[in-house]
């Protein structure tokens, strides 16, 4: 809430509101930071400022800007406009604004800018972007441009109503932000935009984005209404005067929710593996106190599971927290968002999509060893080990199965259980004759064994229902490890049959794909491509290609299906046998 402050028996008058992100919270500013100075001006703007880094910006990369003392930053030309459009704008107005509206620093108030490349500002960014965006929490960003309006006021510029704000624009190459700090917001208008001597009324100030195409727009609520001055107590990620946004493309993103969201949801982390059980925040819609939010996962191979949404922070800033199934199916797949009223009537279903990929290779959860028996030549003694509360603290039993993907379909399906509520003390010991063993799996034929395979550990696969204690909850071994049971048990033939039947249904390389950038920055520019979720967004070795910085996959698959991958080292592409980014092949 905002108190007037009333001096010289009501003479003069003006709104003072609390400071919502204090100044010392902001971006380091002013010339001991390194920044440069507006010069003093109505209406003006700084030079073209080239950036050293492109900065995308609503599907466009621009290599410079400019900063305009009406509170815009602007990247087709200088804008001296002092009075909001409230509408889409043409193509010389493309631009970010944080405060847009009639202010005059010919007497009073600075207008500093910089670019930066310093750690401490770099890491702030970082911070602030992985809080507001969960799905961008491993982003690496490279550059930061840091704007502040300080103490300024309107025109004609002799007033004392001052308004304090900022705006770091930052991106990794590809993606892009937008953050706005506001300190103190006490004035929406100039005189000549209609306001009056405490600078309200008139036309107030707009604050969002403007594609400058004449059609697209993004306005955060209150803009061109007296309700702007309020910009400093609302927030879209539950902290009083302050916003962040995506702006690469021309789906600007806000980081909190809408009440009148449309189009798709975003999900974070957009990728788990087929092993489920994690959680995943969904974020866009916004959720009323009576009502209730549902995450439906379709799996082709498998079942259409509800899972209710817990919901996490208030109803400006709110994101969803669902909990992931097992999953039968590979790749792209189905994710609705049901919101329903307490009755269970359904309100809204937004879509979206979750990516499922295959289980890590090793991920030190379970351990497994297979060794011929000491006792009897013809059995082999299996040991499984695990951490108890992986599982789950109230998890007292649980089951071991052994999956198996098989090569015709490529789904999962339990091959074999190896043991049934055994006491989740972790460890598992028991002693199998080969004829058991290899009745049960090595039957199979050829074409029908999978070459991945894992064994998991999970409590609650009896009576989930009747007994909620033992939810369900998995944790799973290396494929590999599978393999090697399998081998172990029916033999080397077994396994090679397997391999080449997996083989023999490989269709090929896919056809008409696109072509790789050629170099490392033209890959980071090129919005046909993505980060590869498992080669250089989360900090770990690409296992698949070695040696490389990062790859990227294509978005949109070819005619057949296909998908492009390309990979980069020292900002050139890493190519290998057959002409291709792939320098291995694992079977």
């Not at 889409?88 to 107005?93: E, F, G, I, K, L």
């Not at 890491?123 to 300024?152: C, G, H, M």
């Not at 705006?167 to 006490?186: E, K, R």
């Given at each position: 809430?905002?108190?007037?402050?009333?001096?010289?028996?009501?003479?003069?008058?003006?709104?003072?509101?609390?400071?919502?992100?204090?100044?010392?919270?902001?971006?380091?500013?002013?010339?001991?930071?390194?920044?440069?100075?507006?010069?003093?001006?109505?209406?003006?703007?700084?030079?073209?400022?080239?950036?050293?880094?492109?900065?995308?910006?609503?599907?466009?990369?621009?290599?410079?800007?400019?900063?305009?003392?009406?509170?815009?930053?602007?990247?087709?030309?200088?804008?001296?406009?002092?009075?909001?459009a409230c509408k889409a704008v043409t193509s010389d107005h493309r631009m970010i604004e944080p405060f847009w509206g009639d202010i005059d620093i010919r007497f009073t108030g600075d207008i500093f800018y910089r670019e930066s490349f310093d750690?401490?500002?770099?890491?702030?960014?970082?911070?602030?972007?992985?809080?507001?965006?969960?799905?961008?929490?491993?982003?690496?960003?490279?550059?930061?441009?840091?704007?502040?309006?300080?103490?300024?006021?309107?025109?004609?510029?002799?007033?004392?109503?001052?308004?304090?704000?900022?705006?770091?624009?930052?991106?990794?190459?590809?993606?892009?932000?937008?953050?706005?700090?506001?300190?103190?917001?006490?004035?929406?208008?100039?005189?000549?935009?209609?306001?009056?001597?405490?600078?309200?009324?008139?036309?107030?100030?707009?604050?969002?984005?403007?594609?400058?195409?004449?059609?697209?727009?993004?306005?955060?609520?209150?803009?061109?209404?007296?309700?702007?001055?309020?910009?400093?107590?609302?927030?879209?990620?539950?902290?009083?005067?302050?916003?962040?946004?995506?702006?690469?493309?021309?789906?600007?993103?806000?980081?909190?929710?809408?009440?009148?969201?449309?189009?798709?949801?975003?999900?974070?982390?957009?990728?788990?593996?087929?092993?489920?059980?994690?959680?995943?925040?969904?974020?866009?819609?916004?959720?009323?106190?009576?009502?209730?939010?549902?995450?439906?996962?379709?799996?082709?191979?498998?079942?259409?599971?509800?899972?209710?949404?817990?919901?996490?922070?208030?109803?400006?800033?709110?994101?969803?927290?669902?909990?992931?199934?097992?999953?039968?199916?590979?790749?792209?797949?189905?994710?609705?968002?049901?919101?329903?009223?307490?009755?269970?009537?359904?309100?809204?279903?937004?879509?979206?999509?979750?990516?499922?990929?295959?289980?890590?290779?090793?991920?030190?959860?379970?351990?497994?060893?297979?060794?011929?028996?000491?006792?009897?030549?013809?059995?082999?003694?299996?040991?499984?080990?695990?951490?108890?509360?992986?599982?789950?603290?109230?998890?007292?039993?649980?089951?071991?199965?052994?999956?198996?993907?098989?090569?015709?379909?490529?789904?999962?399906?339990?091959?074999?259980?190896?043991?049934?509520?055994?006491?989740?003390?972790?460890?598992?010991?028991?002693?199998?004759?080969?004829?058991?063993?290899?009745?049960?799996?090595?039957?199979?034929?050829?074409?029908?064994?999978?070459?991945?395979?894992?064994?998991?550990?999970?409590?609650?696969?009896?009576?989930?229902?009747?007994?909620?204690?033992?939810?369900?909850?998995?944790?799973?071994?290396?494929?590999?490890?599978?393999?090697?049971?399998?081998?172990?048990?029916?033999?080397?033939?077994?396994?090679?049959?397997?391999?080449?039947?997996?083989?023999?249904?490989?269709?090929?390389?896919?056809?008409?794909?696109?072509?790789?950038?050629?170099?490392?920055?033209?890959?980071?520019?090129?919005?046909?491509?993505?980060?590869?979720?498992?080669?250089?967004?989360?900090?770990?070795?690409?296992?698949?290609?070695?040696?490389?910085?990062?790859?990227?996959?294509?978005?949109?698959?070819?005619?057949?299906?296909?998908?492009?991958?390309?990979?980069?080292?020292?900002?050139?592409?890493?190519?290998?046998?057959?002409?291709?980014?792939?320098?291995?092949?694992?079977?």
């Amino acid at each position: 809430m905002c108190l007037k402050a009333h001096v010289l028996l009501f003479i003069l008058s003006w709104p003072m509101c609390a400071a919502k992100v204090p100044i010392g919270e902001f971006f380091p500013f002013g010339v001991e930071n390194g920044d440069a100075v507006m010069e003093r001006s109505d209406d003006g703007s700084s030079p073209r400022l080239p950036l050293s880094i492109a900065f995308p910006f609503f599907d466009f990369l621009h290599d410079a800007l400019w900063v305009n003392v009406n509170g815009a930053i602007s990247f087709v030309a200088a804008i001296s406009t002092y009075t909001p459009a409230c509408k889409a704008v043409t193509s010389d107005h493309r631009m970010i604004e944080p405060f847009w509206g009639d202010i005059d620093i010919r007497f009073t108030g600075d207008i500093f800018y910089r670019e930066s490349f310093d750690t401490s500002v770099l890491r702030k960014a970082i911070s602030e972007v992985a809080s507001a965006f969960p799905d961008s929490q491993n982003v690496q960003l490279k550059w930061v441009y840091v704007i502040t309006w300080f103490n300024v006021t309107f025109y004609p510029g002799t007033y004392n109503p001052r308004n304090t704000f900022q705006v770091a624009l930052t991106t990794d190459g590809i993606q892009s932000f937008a953050i706005f700090y506001y300190n103190n917001i006490t004035w929406t208008t100039g005189t000549s935009t209609g306001g009056n001597t405490s600078g309200l009324g008139g036309t107030p100030a707009q604050a969002g984005f403007d594609a400058g195409d004449g059609k697209t727009l993004f306005m955060i609520p209150g803009s061109c209404m007296d309700d702007i001055i309020t910009i400093g107590d609302r927030s879209n990620v539950d902290s009083p005067g302050k916003w962040l946004f995506r702006v690469d493309n021309s789906n600007i993103q806000s980081a909190g929710c809408s009440t009148n969201f449309t189009g798709t949801f975003r999900v974070a982390p957009s990728f788990v593996d087929t092993n489920g059980h994690v959680d995943i925040e969904v974020s866009g819609p916004c959720v009323e106190e009576a009502e209730n939010a549902t995450c439906r996962f379709y799996d082709p191979n498998g079942n259409v599971t509800d899972v209710l949404a817990a919901k996490l922070g208030n109803q400006t800033s709110m994101t969803l927290l669902c909990a992931t199934p097992f999953f039968y199916s590979i790749g792209r797949l189905r994710l609705d968002l049901i919101i329903t009223h307490n009755d269970s009537t359904i309100k809204n279903i937004f879509n979206g999509y979750l990516y499922v990929v295959m289980p890590p290779e090793t991920d030190g959860l379970l351990q497994f060893d297979i060794q011929p028996s000491q006792n009897d030549s013809d059995s082999f003694e299996l040991t499984f080990t695990w951490n108890p509360e992986s599982i789950g603290r109230d998890i007292n039993f649980v089951d071991i199965n052994m999956f198996i993907m098989k090569a015709d379909t490529k789904i999962w399906q339990q091959g074999l259980q190896i043991a049934k509520k055994v006491v989740n003390n972790g460890i598992f010991k028991a002693v199998f004759s080969d004829a058991v063993l290899m009745d049960l799996t090595c039957g199979i034929t050829p074409i029908e064994l999978g070459v991945k395979a894992a064994f998991s550990v999970g409590g609650g696969i009896y009576d989930v229902i009747a007994n909620p204690e033992h939810r369900e909850h998995l944790i799973f071994t290396a494929g590999t490890v599978a393999v090697d049971f399998l081998s172990s048990v029916c033999g080397p033939p077994v396994r090679a049959a397997a391999c080449l039947a997996w083989f023999a249904l490989d269709p090929g390389p896919p056809k008409n794909l696109i072509p790789c950038p050629p170099n490392s920055t033209w890959a980071r520019a090129d919005p046909r491509f993505q980060l590869d979720y498992g080669c250089g967004v989360v900090p770990k070795p690409c296992n698949y290609h070695e040696g490389a910085d990062y790859c990227i996959d294509s978005i949109e698959p070819s005619a057949d299906g296909g998908m492009q991958q390309c990979c980069y080292k020292d900002d050139k592409i890493l190519l290998g046998p057959p002409g291709t980014t792939l320098q291995k092949i694992f079977l």
